[in-house]
């Protein structure tokens, strides 16, 4: 998953072909803020083919172009460039599929309980996440605490 993926999520779900934001929204959505390329110059918000640009990538793979990009104002708008074939996302679990995911955590963790279990899940995930997007903006967290590895006498 790359670092502007909530963009590409937000934008794929969005049901309209064309929407305006300002940055400080779009900072909401990513979870850090934006480069000051991007409140600088215009070209960052190009919309280039190929190259290793991942903001471009952001828009551009969920089918989306910028326009109008004015960094003074701190706005930009995203026009729909292409459909996207809905069949192509990823399938949501079904709730049978669910029911062997809470299995399975149970025989892995040991607990039974699913309001425990759905916490220390949570928990766990919300760590690595904020670890991950703190590490995307250059820092580090010192005081993380990661749950315990726990393995199998097997």
């Known amino acids: 998953m790359g670092k502007y993926e909530p963009l590409t999520r937000?934008?794929?779900?969005?049901d309209r072909d064309s929407w305006?934001?300002?940055?400080?929204e779009i900072e909401r959505i990513l979870g850090?803020?934006?480069p000051a390329?991007?409140?600088?110059?215009?070209?960052?918000?190009?919309?280039?083919?190929?190259?290793?640009?991942s903001q471009t990538h952001g828009w551009q793979d969920a089918g989306w172009e910028t326009r109008h990009v004015?960094?003074?104002?701190?706005?930009?708008r995203f026009e729909r460039a292409k459909r996207l074939d809905r069949t192509a996302e990823p399938r949501q679990p079904r709730p049978a599929d669910n029911e062997s995911l809470w299995r399975r955590a149970a025989e892995i963790s040991g607990i039974e309980d699913?309001?425990?279990?759905?916490?220390?899940?949570?928990?766990a995930f919300i760590q690595k996440e904020a670890a991950r997007q703190?590490?995307?903006m250059g820092g580090t967290m010192p005081n993380l605490q990661l749950p315990p590895r726990e393995?199998?006498?097997?």
Do not use: I, K, M
């Open 10 to 14: 937000h934008l794929r779900r969005l």
């Open 20 to 24: 305006e934001a300002d940055f400080a």
């Open 32 to 34: 850090f803020p934006l």
């Open 37 to 53: 390329s991007a409140q600088r110059y215009q070209a960052w918000w190009a919309n280039q083919s190929g190259g290793g640009h």
């Open 70 to 76: 004015n960094p003074q104002r701190r706005r930009v």
């Open 114 to 123: 699913r309001d425990t279990l759905l916490q220390a899940a949570l928990t």
């Open 134 to 136: 703190l590490a995307a």
């Open 151 to 154: 393995r199998s006498a097997s």
